[in-house]
């Protein structure tokens, strides 16, 4: 049965608005390639809008009723749009899977995460209260200092295709949660759940401007966004590509940023392991989400002792993988999010056959659909450090393999590439593991796992994969500016300069 999409505006100050250019986006289902609604495009005229809406809304009163509101007044509003999302998970859930293909038992995940981001930064904004005002200890008794903690100003949120809700909200949950007014700006590819977040916050009566929504293109809606010069800071999560114009443009204004960009993740798996236990979390950390994971651990470096029987396990793992319609029960691959993605995937693949790789497993769109933009759990073996295959990200279903014969050259070909987001080793050894862990240059590294991903613990890369941290306080504190306040309490005369004669 259809899926009906909600027919949306703009999210801006509070209610829906018509773009001004009235534009509006196609909706393309990459299950069934068909068009199934249409999202409202927003330009630079729109985004100046609702960058003033949220001007007013963090000036509203002199700012006590969103900026310099308690923390637990803002809780409550975060409380409130979990109970909302919580209470309409079943339909949100179902109308991420239809929009960006992931399935339908994953997008059930991402909703019950979204939920747990809400109210955790519920959590922080209420523990904000309590260290407003902390003290600093000073060399000298004439003097008190403290700190205030106050938000950073209005921020511009652009969010990727890959979890449209559940990145929108590791943005917009701390944002709030610090007294920010936020402009969110989803994928024009999957841009339907993040605007019925929209819907949840004008029934929670969340104050007018504090949150708008603006779907749209990059070059009009995202580059306006950027530049504009009443927006405060930027975070982005997306390509390094579209990172680079973000952060010019940010440049021109000094203008602070968060970049979570994109990897090319190493899983290492050393001779000691259990096989079918590190198998499952390498085919879990490549082909989850429809390998379209920035910190997934596409590149798979595993010891020459074990690899003839790691790979054929690999293999037979990979062909038990329900691949289908993935609103169908048991489904554990889906379609790629469009058409454009789907070419380029399937471009790495024969790219890596023409530079001499082997495709072991995969490589082709399953025989038993027809319609839709899906690819096989695709293995590639025979790659060389210098292949496209190894050293570009692909966005989807692909692992490439390579081996190894000591710890040295394992962690050399880990680290062999520009990207820094996610890493994993895996082995029986804690020593080993823990040896590894230091040297893996990466934001996160998953032990005897990957993938895993909880709010409270940091997230974000280094070189390539962008710089700064979202999620656990880390994620609240890059919202937040800090200011001193130090004080005089003497009732002494300062005494620098000689008084003047009476």
């Known amino acids: 049965m259809a899926i009906p999409i909600p027919s949306r505006q703009l999210f801006i100050n509070g209610d829906w608005a018509e773009p001004l250019l009235k534009k509006r986006i196609p909706i393309i289902n990459p299950t069934t390639e068909e068009i199934i609604g249409d999202i409202p495009a927003a330009t630079a005229e729109d985004v100046d809008v609702a960058v003033q809406a949220a001007r007013s809304a963090l000036t509203r009163n002199k700012g006590k009723d969103w900026a310099f509101a308690s923390g637990a007044v803002r809780a409550k509003y975060l409380r409130a749009i979990a109970a909302k999302i919580k209470e309409r998970k079943p339909v949100l859930a179902k109308l991420e899977t239809v929009d960006c293909g992931k399935p339908l038992s994953e997008s059930e995940a991402d909703m019950d995460d979204v939920v747990g981001c809400f109210e955790y930064y519920a959590d922080l904004a209420e523990g904000l209260d309590a260290k407003q005002k902390a003290p600093i200890s000073l060399p000298m008794k004439t003097f008190k200092s403290y700190v205030i903690k106050e938000p950073i100003g209005v921020v511009a949120l652009i969010v990727p295709w890959n979890y449209p809700l559940l990145m929108a909200t590791w943005k917009v949950a701390p944002a709030l949660a610090a007294g920010c007014a936020a402009i969110l700006k989803p994928s024009e590819l999957t841009s339907v ?281 880390w994620g609240l504190e890059s919202y937040l500016s800090v200011k001193q306040v130090t004080e005089y309490v003497s009732d002494e005369q300062w005494g620098w300069y000689q008084p003047p004669n009476q």
Request: negative net charge.
């Open 193 to 473: 759940t993040c605007l019925e977040l929209g819907e949840v916050c004008r029934e929670v009566d969340l104050p007018a401007g504090v949150l708008n929504i603006l779907p749209g293109l990059g070059p009009e809606a995202g580059a306006s966004l950027a530049s504009h010069p009443h927006v405060d800071k930027i975070s982005f999560t997306g390509s390094t590509v579209t990172a680079v114009k973000i952060m010019t443009a940010a440049a021109q204004r000094v203008k602070p940023v968060t970049l979570e960009l994109g990897g090319k993740g190493p899983i290492v798996v050393f001779e000691d392991v259990d096989i079918d236990k590190a198998v499952e979390w390498t085919i879990f950390g490549c082909f989850y989400t429809n390998g379209q994971i920035c910190s997934a651990t596409s590149r798979l470096i595993v010891h020459e002792s074990i690899a003839a029987e790691f790979l054929d396990r690999l293999v037979k793992w990979s062909e038990n993988i329900k691949i289908s319609d993935p609103l169908e029960e048991g489904c554990k691959l889906g379609p790629i999010v469009s058409r454009g993605q789907y070419e380029k995937v399937m471009n790495f693949i024969s790219n890596a056959k023409s530079e001499g790789a082997t495709i072991l497993y995969g490589g082709n769109r399953p025989k038993h659909l027809k319609k839709g933009f899906f690819v096989e759990p695709t293995i590639i073996t025979d790659v060389t450090t210098s292949m496209q295959i190894w050293r570009e990200e692909v966005f989807g279903p692909v692992l490439c393999v390579k081996t190894f014969t000591t710890e040295e050259e394992a962690i050399e070909l880990a680290n062999d590439t520009h990207y820094g987001l996610g890493g994993a080793v895996v082995s029986k050894d804690r020593e080993r593991c823990d040896r590894v862990s230091k040297l893996l240059q990466n934001g996160a590294v998953w032990v005897n796992c990957s993938q895993p991903c909880f709010c409270q613990a940091p997230f974000g890369g280094t070189k390539w994969s962008g710089f700064g941290r979202e999620l656990g306080e």
